[in-house]
């Protein structure tokens, strides 16, 4: 099998291909692009896998092989439901299959040339810089959704957003726009045609390092502050709150693991839908990893794809989430928890307490898909135990009181993000 034990009761009957992409060590079109170009496959490997059942289906391999058109290690992404023009197609008796080899991303035309010395050279000398471009290095890849590429120019890094080109112009907006207001890279420029947006790289450690190492940290007034009175987003610029993504999770959920289909619906039924219609301005994807400090001095938000309009307790249920989940994983497990109830008694009394820990439950099930999707051997335990978190974030809105405690019980194995 390309993936683990673990994955062998998958099946999406609307995905011809499905069992092929998923189960098979080799999958055929993968073997077929590699034979194409006249190199044998030496060792391949499943380590991202995209599921939108019944919709589209994404993996990405790591291949290698020790010669032809495709020798060394490489990145190998095939796809099923909805395939990008531009991607090398394998045609099968039921099925078309989408593939490409990183960083051919036909969705994300720029990344290529992101990855090439001499082309950025270019783009950046179109943007005013001339340093010398010494290395590009791929730190961060969706397929088909996003790429960030860190690049060594003389002494100073230098980070490329790679989107599709229908998505740069408001992302450098959306740059420009905070960077007048608070602590976030601003733009240096775009690159239109490509979908690349170029920015300075910003001092200081994540907060995520800093609590797996148990270094220092900001107060967490401090962290919860760098979100509150944000400027007023673009009218056009709305994301989607973890209450209205929910119905999306589920359906991944009750794929992933059959059995909890009657807890899931009882948690999504208690969780509800959004409540009101007000909208505020949110960073929309604030945890952990999108700060920067140095010790306790906070240096800046990165990260801001997804700032806009969005609910009163988006940014605040996301930190909780992605806290909760993290904490097994860092130097200091109980200081990772008294942050979050530090926080958490805060948000309190800025928030509807009941609806906070609503949106933290819709939160961490989001965030139970991710050992899944990274194919970790254990993930069917990994992500039962996320349920179980939420499950408590869920009965500890019956239960609020004026301590505001959350939830303490329960593990995680791994970080939020994973």
């Known amino acids: 099998m390309s993936g683990n034990d673990a994955s062998s009761h998958l099946v999406d009957e609307a995905l ?22 006249g190199a044998p496959i030496e060792s391949i490997s499943l ?32 796809m099923i439901g909805n395939v990008p023009d531009g991607a090398t197609l394998v045609e099968g008796p039921d099925v078309t299959v989408g593939l490409w080899v990183v960083p051919d991303d036909p969705m994300l035309p720029g990344l290529a040339s992101a990855m090439h010395a001499p082309t950025v050279s270019k783009v950046l000398s179109d943007l005013g810089s001339d340093e010398e471009v010494l290395r590009c290095r791929l730190r961060a890849y969706r397929p088909g959704r996003r790429a960030v590429v860190e690049v060594q120019a003389g002494r100073s890094s230098i980070f490329l957003k790679v989107v ?31 979908g690349i947006v170029a920015m300075p790289a910003v001092p200081g450690a994540d907060l995520r390092s800093a609590l797996r190492s148990g270094g220092a940290l900001p107060e967490p007034l401090v962290i919860a502050g ?20 929910l119905s999306h999770i589920l359906t991944l959920l009750e794929n992933l693991l059959p059995r909890e289909r009657p807890r899931l619906s009882e948690l999504a039924e208690r969780i509800g839908g959004e409540r009101d219609d007000v909208r505020v301005p949110v960073h929309g994807d604030f945890h952990e990893a999108q700060i920067l400090a140095d010790g306790v001095r906070p240096l800046g938000l990165i990260d801001v794809d997804t700032y806009g309009w ?30 979050a109830q530090a926080l958490n008694r805060y948000w309190d009394s800025r928030y509807d307490p009941v609806d906070l820990r609503l949106r933290t439950a819709a939160v961490v099930l989001g965030l139970a898909t991710g050992p899944f999707r990274v194919n970790r051997p254990s993930w069917p335990e990994e992500t039962r135990a996320r ?5 408590q974030w869920v009965e500890s809105a019956l239960t609020v009181d004026e301590r505001s405690l959350i939830p303490t019980s329960g593990t995680s194995n791994g970080g939020a993000r994973s």
């Open 387 to 391: 349920i179980d978190i939420a499950e």
């Open 310 to 339: 969005g609910r009163p307790g988006d940014d605040a249920a996301t930190m909780l989430g992605h806290l909760h989940l993290l904490a097994p994983s860092t130097h200091r497990p109980a200081g990772t928890i008294t942050l």
């Open 226 to 245: 760098m979100v509150e009175d944000l400027p007023t987003p673009a009218e056009e610029w709305v994301t989607r709150s973890p209450i209205e993504g």
């Open 47 to 78: 380590i991202q896998t995209t599921w939108w059942p019944g919709r589209q289906l994404t993996t990405r391999y790591r291949v290698k092989s020790d010669r032809g058109g495709l020798d060394g290690s490489r990145d190998v992404v095939a």
């Open 164 to 194: 599709p080109p229908s998505d740069v112009e408001g992302l450098h907006a959306k740059h420009r726009h905070l960077s007048e207001f608070m602590a976030v890279p601003d733009s240096l420029g775009l690159a239109k045609e490509l």
């Open 16 to 37: 011809p291909g499905f069992d092929e992409l998923v189960h098979r060590e080799t999958p055929g079109p993968v073997a077929a692009l590699y034979e194409k170009a």
